[in-house]
C-alpha cells in the first residue's frame, strides 16, 4: 500500500503532463516551462539518479536553489521513491554535512549533476564519519522515517541544529488536495511562490500546483525583495493565489503607494509564518480589489493546522491582535494550561495540535519527547507541542500572545519578552529590539531592553519608558534600556540573537 | 526650578536612567507606570532622601503614591523638613 502512497505526487504529476503537455507548470524569468518541459528536465535527473545506483533504503540530500531544474529534480527523487532531505542553502557548510550525515544520506544532489564541485565537497564532509550514530547507524530507518517518507525537510533551527521533519506521503497527499480545494489551485490558475524551495510553504504553492495541474511563478531568490520585479511577476502572470511571509505585501504595498498599482487577478490573498502588521493587513484591499484574505497557522511538524478568513477588511474591519483561526478539516487542538490540563474556558495556554498531515516525529527520535505528547482522549492521537502560548477570548477565538520560550518570570508574574519587544518596536525611531531576562537576586529575574535607534533622531530611556507606558504592564516594564546605534547580533537566520546580546551586557557589566 | 527638584531630578537621571538629562524629566512624569523606579528602586530613593534632606522616613508611609512622581518626591521631602521651605 505505502508502494502507492509514495508515488502519489510523482503520479499526479505524470497525470498531468499526459492532460494538458503544453500547459506552462513553471514561470522562471519571465519564460512559461510546460509540463512536458518540466517532465523532460525531470527525466533527465530520473536516468541521472538511476544510473548512480544508489543504495535502495538510503535517503539522497538535495542542495538547490530555487529553479526549474531544482523542482525537476525533486520530481525524480519522487519518482524514483527516494526518501530526501531538503535544507536551506543558506546553511553553513559545517551545518549542511551535519544534517546529510544525520539523515545518512547516500549521495548529495545538486540540480547541475553530482560532479558540481559544492556537492562533491560537502559529500566529502558527509563521509567524514560525521555520521551521528543514533541516526545513520546500522538501523534504517529511524524512528521518524519509514519506507513511505518523501520529503524531509528542516525546522529553522533557531536554537541549534536544524531539527529533520520526515513528512510521510500521505500526509504531504492529503495537505495538498486540502490546499487545492480551498484556494481552488486547478488546471489555469497561476500561484506564486515567494519561499525557498526547502520551505514547507512549497507544499502549498508549488507542489499542490504542480499535482492539481496549475502554474507556479516562481520568485527569484536573488531578487526577492525587489518590489517592482514582484508587482510585475504577478501582473504579467495573472496570478491568482498569492501565499507569502507579510513582508511581500509591504513590498507590494510600497509600488502600489509609488505608482498606484493594483493586482486585480489575484483571488486569494494568504499570509503566513509572521504576525502581519495592522496598517500592511488594512491595506491589502487596495492593493488586491477582488481577492479573499486568510492568515494560515502552522509549521513544518505539522503542515498548516488552523485558517482565518478576515471579514470586511474593506470596511476597515482590521483586528489589532489576528485570530489564529479555524481548524483545517480533520485537525484536532488543545489548549493545555500549565498544570497539564486542557483549558476550559477562556485565558491562556500552551497550543498543542494533531494533523492529518503531520510528521510522525523528528528524524532523531531523542529529540521527540519534550514535543510530542500522546494524550489520553477519545481519539489517542500524538499532539505536537508549538511552543506557541494563545489566548482563548469569551467567543472561542484563539490568538497568540507569544512564544512559551519567551515568557519569563519577574517578581512571581509571568512575563513574555517577545510581548515588551513588540511593544518598544512600536515606537518609531526604533530599528530593532531585544528583551532578555537577566538573573536577579531579589526579583528572581528583571528585563533589559537593548534597543538600536534610528540614526539622527532622539531616543532615551525616558522616552521609551513613556511610549511603553500605555502599552505595557508594570511587571512588563524593563528595569534597564540600553540605547545603541550599531546593528545588534544576530543568529544564522538573520533574527535578533537574545543570547549573544546578554553575553555583551554581562561582559559591559563586568568591565564596570 | 528650586534647588530641591533638581536634586532630586539629578538623582533619578543618574541612578535609573544614565542616557537622559535631568531637565527632560517631567515634574509630573509617573515614575512607576513608566517602570523608572521599582519597588527595589524605591528604597534607593528612600535611602538616599533620609540622606540628603536629613529626614526620616517612616516604613508606614513608603506607599507607591508619595513617591510617584518628582512633585510627589519633593512635596514629602517639604513637608518633613518645614524649615527647609520656609529658606
Redesign the interface.
Known sequence: MSQTTIRSLADHFADQVERQPDAPALIWDGEPISYAELKGLADAAYDEIESARLPDDRPVGIRAKKSPEAIALVLACLRAGKSFLLPSIELAPETLAQLFAQAGVSQVLSPHGPRSQSAASLRALVDDTRADPETAGSEWPPAGGGDDVTFMLTTSGSTGLPKIVPLPASGVDAFTDWAADQFEIRPGTVVTNYAPLNFDLCLLDIWTTLKHGGCVALVDQDRATQGAYLAELVNQNQVGVVQAVPMLYRLLLDVHREDGRTFPSVRHVITTGDKIPPSTLAELPNLFPNARFYNIYGCTETNDSLIHEFQGLAEGNVPSNVPVGQPIPGVIVRVQSEDGTPLEGTGTGEFMVWTPFQTRGYLKSSLNAEKFVAVEDDAGHTYYKSGDIVRRHEDGTLTLEGRADFYVKVRGVRVSTQVVEQAIQEHPAVVEVAVIAVPDELAGARLHATVRREPDVKLNSLILRQHCATRLARTEMPSTILIVTEPLPKTSTGKVDRKAVAAELERSRANG | MDETTVKIKAFIVEEF?P??SPD??EDD??L?????V?S?GLLKVVAWLEDEFDIGVDDSELGPDSFRTVAAIKEYVDQARPTANAE
Open positions: 536612567m542616557d537622559v527632560e524629566l512624569f509617573d512607576l507606570t513608566g517602570g523608572v521599582d527595589l
